[in-house]
């Protein structure tokens, strides 16, 4: 009797430390600083026109749809945006808003990991600055951008967003999608985007 009793609670103990183990590497894989970005990020590439297919929003006002963005190089080799997209404003007022953005390299080694100080072009927008990384792109259809703003002390993120974005409004490819959704696990945001709809209203 002794001898089963002890038996089950070491597979009780086993399965503990397994669960906790589970549960540690799930913790470890979502802290922010072990993302991965694109590698060799090229800006030239990425010029020109997105539009946003699925976002998770930040806490806070955010773009609610119709969202683009126009990324250009400047002379310097610096990259800034211009992007418009639809608000809620007072709970009841919806307006196409527009924004512009200013990318910093804090580290050059990493490229896909850039900085972004943002202005609202109307007095009633926000201005500010977020991180703003490239977790994955190919250029030509698809990217996924990524901006944590305040994290836990695990290291994974407490308040963040996700965009991603197309160069077709209408959509990306089923082989695309299934890469998009890995990125989006690997970020720890599977389950946690919602569509943005593309309307043509700004």
Same mark, same amino acid.
């Given at each position: 009797?002794?001898?089963?009793?002890?038996?089950g #609670?070491?597979?009780?103990?086993?399965?503990?430390?397994? =669960?906790s183990?589970?549960?540690?590497?799930?913790? $470890?894989?979502?802290?922010?600083?072990?993302f991965?970005? &694109?590698?060799?990020?090229? +800006?030239?590439?990425?010029?020109? &026109?997105?539009?946003?297919?699925? &976002?998770?929003?930040?806490?806070?006002?955010?773009?609610?749809?119709?969202?683009?963005?126009?990324?250009?190089?400047?002379?310097?080799?610096?990259?800034?945006? #211009?992007?418009?997209?639809?608000v809620?404003?007072?709970?009841?007022?919806?307006?196409?808003?527009d924004?512009?953005?200013?990318?910093?390299? +804090?580290?050059?080694?990493?490229?896909?990991?850039?900085?972004?100080?943002?202005?609202?072009?109307?007095?009633?927008? #926000?201005?500010?600055?977020?991180?703003?990384?490239?977790?994955?792109?190919?250029?030509?259809?698809? $990217?996924?951008?990524?901006?944590?703003?305040?994290?836990?002390?695990d290291?994974?993120?407490d308040?963040?967003?996700?965009?991603?974005?197309? !160069?077709?409004p209408?959509? =990306?490819?089923? $082989?695309?999608?299934?890469?998009? !959704?890995q &990125?989006?696990?690997?970020?720890c945001m599977?389950?946690?985007?919602?569509?943005?709809?593309? #309307?043509?209203a700004?």
């Amino acid at each position: 009797m002794c001898v089963h009793h002890r038996m089950g #609670s070491s597979k009780v103990a086993l399965l503990l430390v397994l =669960l906790s183990c589970v549960e540690l590497s799930l913790s $470890a894989s979502c802290v922010v600083d072990s993302f991965t970005v &694109k590698d060799d990020f090229d +800006p030239k590439r990425y010029a020109g &026109k997105w539009y946003a297919l699925q &976002k998770k929003d930040p806490e806070g006002l955010f773009l609610q749809d119709n969202i683009s963005a126009e990324y250009t190089i400047d002379d310097d080799g610096s990259m800034s945006a #211009s992007s418009k997209g639809r608000v809620t404003l007072f709970g009841f007022w919806v307006v196409c808003a527009d924004m512009a953005a200013q990318y910093s390299v +804090p580290d050059p080694t990493t490229p896909g990991k850039m900085f972004m100080n943002y202005q609202g072009l109307a007095s009633y927008l #926000s201005s500010g600055g977020d991180n703003y990384w490239v977790i994955d792109t190919d250029y030509d259809n698809y $990217a996924i951008t990524y901006a944590c703003r305040t994290m836990k002390e695990d290291g994974s993120c407490d308040d963040g967003y996700a965009i991603i974005f197309s !160069r077709n409004p209408r959509g =990306l490819p089923p $082989a695309i999608q299934r890469v998009v !959704r890995q &990125k989006q696990d690997d970020i720890c945001m599977a389950g946690e985007f919602q569509p943005v709809l593309q #309307s043509g209203a700004c």
